[in-house]
Every structure is written in C-alpha cells, then in structure tokens.
C-alpha cells in the first residue's frame, strides 16, 4: 500500500528485487516456520537481529521517512505522520537492532468492527526480499482478522500484486472496481 498517485509528487520508482542480498532470506530459517503461524516466528526474527514493534513510542520518524523517501514515496511533513500514526488502528515496524532504525513498516485505518485500509507498506531497499515485507503483512492481517474486520483492503502499485496475492489480495473481486477521488489538474478547488 502506498499514499495515494494523486498525493504524490513523485512517481514510483521501479522496484528492485534483490537477486543477492546482504542478509540471506528470512525464511530460510525454517525451524520454526512450519510449525508457526507466520512465515517467520518473532523469535526467528530477533535472532536475526530485527525486534518487532506495533506501537509509535521508539519509532523515530524521521528515520521512517528516510525509508519512504528511499522506496519513492514523497517526502511527508514528520508532524502529520505523527498525527496519522495516532489514528492509526494497527501497526507494525520492524527494527533492525544494530542500527536500531526501522527497516519495515505496514500500518492499517478503520473502524475497527466491519472495515480496514492497509496504507504505507515498506520495507527499506537494503532489506527488501528477504522476508520482512511478508512478515509484517502476515501479521498485520492477523492482527485486523482476529478483531474480526473482514473487509481489508490496499491500494497497489501493478509491480506489487504479485507480493500481494499469495496473502490472500485479489483485485476486483466480484468485479467490484475501487474508486479514488481524483482532483482535476487544473480545480481551483
Ligand atoms: C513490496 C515490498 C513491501 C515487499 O517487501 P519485501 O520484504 O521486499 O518482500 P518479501 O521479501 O517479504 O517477499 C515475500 C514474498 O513476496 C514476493 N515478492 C516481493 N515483492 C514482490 C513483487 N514486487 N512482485 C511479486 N512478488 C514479490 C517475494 O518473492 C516473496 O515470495 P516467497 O514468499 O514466495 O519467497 C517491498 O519490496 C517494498 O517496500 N517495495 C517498495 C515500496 C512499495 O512498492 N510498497 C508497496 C506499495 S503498493
């Protein structure tokens, strides 16, 4: 998920998948994932040296950003990210220990009862395809499907669907289209 086209000044950059990476694949690991609910327990994650956080307290913004920023997203004012983190129902970073900046992040807005949003999934470029997206999607879904919402919903980019099918995302369903409200280039509005 990722801010609305007509939010953004800059397009997307293509995305780049790893075809070597400086960490192996998290699911490599796969003593626990068969067992586990998840691709990767949390504890398969902390000993590669990730902690997992769903709450804003110790999550520095300005390092999120620079991750927004690095996969394309426009650069966002730190004091509204704040607010819209406030008044987000659920979310989900990942923190790279040695570093102790975020790597990864996924956060979803609603009503909590019927309806969700999945918005701002990323994963820093230096960590990406080893895991981490998957492992916050994964989680961040049981998270919203254990409160009962049912209606989850994303925006995504065409070069992502593929990281979104295989956890359970299709696009149109029923032939239902979703429709964003786009403001006129030129609406004095
Ligand atoms: C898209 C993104 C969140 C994926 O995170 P990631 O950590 O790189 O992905 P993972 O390593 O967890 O990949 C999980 C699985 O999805 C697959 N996958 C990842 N990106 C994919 C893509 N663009 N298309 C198809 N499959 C993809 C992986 O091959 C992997 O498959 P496997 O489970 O069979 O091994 C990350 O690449 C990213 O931040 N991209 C830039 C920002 C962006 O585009 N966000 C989404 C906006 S809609």
Do not use: C
């Not at 520095?60 to 819209?84: E, M, S, T, Y």
């Not at 040695?98 to 019927?114: E, I, L, N, S, Y």
């Not at 998270?143 to 956890?167: C, Q």
Request: charged share 25%; hydrophobic share 40%; net charge positive.
């Amino acid at each position: 998920m990722f801010p609305l086209r007509g939010l953004t000044s800059t397009p997307l950059p293509p995305l780049h998948l790893k075809t070597s990476h400086p960490l192996p694949p998290l699911n490599a690991t796969i003593s626990t994932a068969i067992t586990n609910k998840f691709s990767i327990s949390d504890e398969d994650l902390e000993s590669r040296g990730f902690n997992l956080h769903r709450k804003i307290a110790d999550l520095n913004l300005d390092h999120l950003n620079k991750v927004f920023v690095a996969v394309g997203f426009p650069r966002r004012d730190p004091q509204k990210i704040r607010l819209a983190l406030e008044n987000t129902n659920s979310l989900l970073w990942v923190e790279y220990k040695k570093t102790q900046k975020p790597v990864a992040f996924a956060r979803a807005t609603g009503d909590g009862v019927f309806n969700a949003i999945i918005w701002d999934v990323v994963v820093d470029p230096s960590f990406q395809g080893i895991g981490l997206g998957k492992a916050v999607m994964e989680r961040l879904m049981e998270e919203l499907l254990e409160k009962g919402i049912i209606n989850i919903a994303l925006y995504s980019e065409p070069r992502v669907l593929g990281f979104y099918r295989p956890l359970g995302f299709v696009a149109d369903p029923d032939g239902i289209k979703g429709m964003v409200y786009s403001r006129k280039k030129n609406s004095k509005r």
